[in-house]
């Protein structure tokens, strides 16, 4: 069974950066594709940024696109969210999840098996 685990979070002004991770026990997340994805409150979780295995693919939503940037290394076994220019809209809960390993780099929640308990990002206006 793996176990994700988020870190990071935090409160921030708007135009504020924060840089989250995530590592996982019971398996090596270096063989799967990696996704983070947000809830806020009474909203549904939604597809924020997912890199492939190999580290050399990366998708983001029209919303953080050009402010965050997804990457991993190898040793520690980290994935990470460099999140700059927050706006007050990013404002949720994080989740960090393992995926697939495979040529799609899927957005969809239910491509993806293991969850964290997400960490808080809130920023303020």
């Known amino acids: 069974q793996v176990q994700v685990v988020e870190s990071g979070g935090g409160l921030v002004q708007a135009g504020g950066s924060l840089n989250l991770s995530c590592t996982a026990s019971?398996?090596?997340?270096?063989?799967?594709?990696m996704g983070w994805f947000r809830q806020a409150p009474g909203q549904e979780r939604t597809f924020v940024a997912v890199?492939?295995?190999?580290?050399?693919?990366?998708y983001y939503s029209d919303s953080v696109k050009g402010r965050f940037t997804i990457s991993r290394d190898t040793a520690p076994d980290t994935v990470y969210l460099q999140m700059n220019s927050l706006k007050p809209e990013d404002t949720a809960v994080y989740y960090c999840?393992?995926?697939?390993?495979?040529?799609?780099?899927?957005?969809?929640?239910?491509?993806?098996?293991?969850w964290g308990q997400g960490t808080q990002v809130t920023v303020s206006s």
């Open positions: 890199i492939s295995w190999t580290g050399d693919r990366s």
């Open positions: 019971g398996r090596m997340l270096r063989s799967v594709d």
């Open positions: 999840a393992a995926g697939t390993h495979g040529r799609v780099l899927f957005t969809a929640p239910r491509y993806y098996a293991s």
